[in-house]
């Protein structure tokens, strides 16, 4: 089955020290997305590419950056992940073309101690 | 700043009824709206969506309605079903060179027997 995989499942780091979340997809989605959620918050997007092009949110910290290195992957490099960046990280993928709906996957929940 | 807002946390719903969630935004610029369903420990899943120029979509038991005057949104469900109980997110769309999802907070259904 085509499908979106997010590794681990769940992460734990220790405050200060760089973590990395994957995200692969084998639907050949031309866009991936990473959403960031903490509890009972709406998901809030943090960044997406659009094939190789790169697009921050405004918002999104420097903290936060990411790597495609090919159409199947995507990884969320935290660089020195704070205890507010403990949250569920969403990756998903689209097509990239208007109304069509995102595939996610089932998340990292992600404990910074 | 909120664009798009489920203010009920919670709604619960007898086995059989009609469950009703809604949602407002208000950003004028969006183009689709969509319903996501999420169980714990997975991602959200794809149900419904409605393009900004239609004021209803429907989908077996499932229902969306678009007020564009009242920025307002709803998901119709009959009848509701125990597999209902989930968490649902609104969703609103912005096409920006690629599709930009914003999310509601989400409310947690719960059917009873």
């Known amino acids: 089955d085509a499908m979106v995989i997010q590794n681990p499942r769940y992460q734990v780091t220790q405050f200060g020290k760089p973590v990395t979340l994957s995200c692969s997809q084998t639907l050949n989605h031309n866009v991936m997305y990473w959403y960031q959620q903490k509890s009972s918050q709406a998901p809030k997007l943090l960044f997406h590419y659009y094939d190789k092009d790169f697009n921050n949110e405004a918002d999104t910290p420097d903290n936060f950056q990411s790597r495609r290195p090919n159409t199947s992957f995507c990884f969320l490099d935290i660089r020195s992940p704070g205890l507010g960046d403990a949250a569920m990280y969403l990756c998903?993928?689209?097509?990239?073309?208007?109304?069509?709906?995102?595939?996610f996957g089932s998340g990292t929940r992600l404990t910074v101690v | 700043d909120q664009q798009v807002k489920q203010n009920s946390p919670s709604l619960s719903v007898q086995e059989g009824r009609i469950s009703i969630l809604n949602c407002d935004y208000t950003?004028?610029?969006?183009?689709?709206f969509l319903w996501y369903k999420k169980y714990p420990a997975e991602g959200p899943t794809f149900l419904i969506s409605i393009s900004s120029i239609k004021d209803k979509n429907e989908d077996g038991r499932f229902t969306v309605f678009l007020n564009k005057s009242a920025k307002h949104l709803s998901l119709h469900i009959v009848p509701s079903q125990p597999g209902d109980s989930a968490v649902y997110f609104c969703?609103?769309?912005?096409?920006?060179?690629?599709?930009?999802?914003?999310f509601g907070q989400g409310t947690r259904l719960t059917i009873n027997p």
């Open positions: 969703a609103a769309s912005l096409f920006q060179g690629a599709q930009k999802l914003v």
């Open positions: 950003n004028s610029m969006f183009d689709y």
């Open positions: 998903a993928t689209s097509r990239g073309g208007q109304g069509l709906a995102y595939t």
